[in-house]
């Protein structure tokens, strides 16, 4: 059993950066880790992941250039760094986990099979 847990979320007006992190605990080994969000009266989107083990990552077309995810190893932590936040990034932003060899580029929210109960990130005009 892997537990998520989310943190860093707020309320931020537009072009400021917010940083989310995601704490990691439990003895199952994890392939890679996903951050997704969810919009009110939308679905559940894909932002981007990260291979634990390497550390390579893949983002959404739409996050390539705001979006940064890294790990930290030494505190089993992941983060997700938001640069130039705009009103549509608004959502709550979940960490997801996959202990299993799916494709890192699998953007699909059923491949990951361990989920944070996510963080509110509102963003002002």
């Known amino acids: 059993q892997v537990q998520l847990v989310e943190s860093g979320g707020g309320m931020v007006t537009a072009g400021v950066s917010l940083r989310l992190s995601c704490a990691a605990s439990g003895r199952t080994w994890i392939y890679r880790y996903g951050w997704f969000r969810q919009a009110p009266g939308k679905e559940r989107e894909f932002v981007g992941a990260i291979v634990w083990r390497d550390g390579r990552t893949y983002y959404k077309d739409s996050a390539k250039g705001r979006f940064t995810i890294s790990r930290d190893t030494a505190n089993n932590m992941v983060r997700l760094q938001m640069d130039s936040l705009k009103p549509e990034d608004t959502a709550v932003y979940y960490c997801?986990?996959?202990?299993?060899?799916?494709?890192?580029?699998?953007?699909?929210?059923?491949?990951?099979?361990?989920w944070g109960p996510g963080t509110q990130v509102t963003v002002s005009a």
């Open positions: 997801a986990a996959d202990s299993t060899y799916d494709s890192l580029r699998d953007t699909s929210a059923g491949s990951f099979e361990y």
